[in-house]
Nanobody, 119 residues
Framework: VQLQASGGGLVQAGGSLRLSCARS????????VDWYRQAPGKQREVVAS???????SYAESIKDRFTISRDNDWTVTYLQMTSLKSDDSAVYYC??????????????WGQGTQVTVSS
């Protein structure tokens, strides 16, 4: 399976962006899709997750500003980002955890998309 992240760009503080993570390749099951971000000089951190059952979780730093969602067949997962701040500037990555079959798990990452928020 491969993931393609897109939708990043340059936006002013207070603006919005929607990131997309498109999956190619089939999986028997998907457990979770996560969005991470990594700013220069900082560790990669998880910002949002969605499970196969539709449960979502968010980092405190972006709660109530970001929303993770997916389409019906898990082909695309989205991260809607609003009220963006300069601290949100980072490379954003998507990650999928699931399985090709009952004996072969997978843990795949997309290539990252740059988000830059100007103040």
């Amino acid at each position: 399976v491969q993931l393609q992240a897109s939708g990043g760009g340059l936006v002013q503080a207070g603006g919005s962006l929607r990131l997309s993570c498109a999956r190619s390749g089939s999986l028997l099951k998907i457990d979770t899709v996560d969005w991470y971000r990594q700013a220069p000089g900082k560790q990669r951190e998880v910002v949002a997750s969605i499970t196969s059952g539709g449960s979502t979780s968010y980092a405190e730093s972006i709660k109530d500003r970001f929303t993770i969602s997916r389409d019906n067949d898990w082909t695309v997962t989205y991260l809607q980002m609003t009220s963006l701040k300069s601290d949100d500037s980072a490379v954003y990555y998507c990650r999928i955890q699931g399985a090709y079959d009952p004996w072969t798990p997978t843990d795949a990452w997309g290539q990252g998309t740059q988000v830059t928020v100007s103040s």
